[in-house]
């Protein structure tokens, strides 16, 4: 923080820089990021501190701020203020195969690890009825969660089963698949729908990132050898951690 406050209050960077006010100090900001000088999570001077170290208006400083915000760069916390945001290194996941969460992050040398937001048994909707081929009266099993990859927030996925697929939810401490497995109903096929969206403000807000961020948004419905459906899940995803690999080969017709 000492010497991001000592490059701001050295003002030949704004003599040296072209555009207008909010942009020198917005890439003034970008470029103290870039080199290290101000770190992962490291707080940023409060507004008033920064606009009286580079004799800039408060509006001006604010506008700066909101660029970096907007780019994901910063993050700003109610009550805390302004902090550099952490580093997202993108994962790659192929669509050609259907792997857990929890198995891919494995492959790739990550540390998967997941906060529940909801497990249980619950009154079937109507979607969910419908999709997973339940009859009325039936519940179903919804394991929520938050998926992180290295302690970085990654997905939300909400997978919903019929209870006598899963009569105790509560089994599913890692992996769900491997719970399955272990009852011999591990899906062998899915159809999967990837669209882009942007994050509804409940959904930024548990990935952490601002409401209206990029992201994507997969539905799955996942089949047993019999054909009959044994997953439907809903899941987002954050866009800028995330790229969907596909393998395509050309017909020989």
Not at 24 to 43: S, T
Not at 92 to 109: C, I, K, V, Y
Not at 176 to 183: E, I, T
């Amino acid at each position: 923080m000492t010497d991001f406050i000592t490059m701001l209050e050295n003002g030949d960077w704004l003599a040296n820089s072209s555009g207008p006010r909010y942009l020198q100090l917005r890439r003034r900001i970008q470029q103290a990021i870039d080199d290290g000088v101000l770190k992962e999570n490291e707080p940023l001077p409060s507004e008033r501190e920064i606009a009286s170290l580079t004799d800039l208006s408060r509006v001006t400083v604010r506008k700066a701020v909101a660029g970096l915000v907007e780019d994901q760069i910063v993050v700003q916390k109610r009550g805390s203020g302004s902090f550099v945001a952490p580093r997202v290194h993108k994962v790659e996941q192929r669509l050609s195969s259907l792997t857990s969460f929890s198995e891919d992050m494995a492959r790739r040398g990550l540390s998967a690890s997941s906060e529940w937001l909801r497990r249980g048994l619950f009154p079937a909707s109507p979607e969910e009825m419908f999709t997973l081929g339940l009859t009325s009266g039936q519940q179903v099993a919804r394991v929520d969660r938050l998926r992180k990859a290295d302690g970085t927030a990654m997905a939300i996925e909400r997978a919903s089963l019929s209870e006598t697929i899963l009569p105790n939810p509560e089994k599913v401490t890692t992996s769900l698949y491997a719970v399955l497995r272990a009852s011999g109903l591990q899906p062998v096929r899915a159809i999967q729908r990837i669209s882009a969206r942007n994050l509804e403000p409940i959904d930024a807000d548990i990935l952490g990132v601002p409401a209206g961020s990029a992201g994507l948004k997969i539905e799955r419905v996942s089949y047993l050898a019999s054909g009959n459906v044994v997953e439907f899940t809903r899941s987002v995803y954050r866009g800028d951690a995330y790229d969907f690999i596909a393998e395509l080969q050309i017909s020989e017709d």
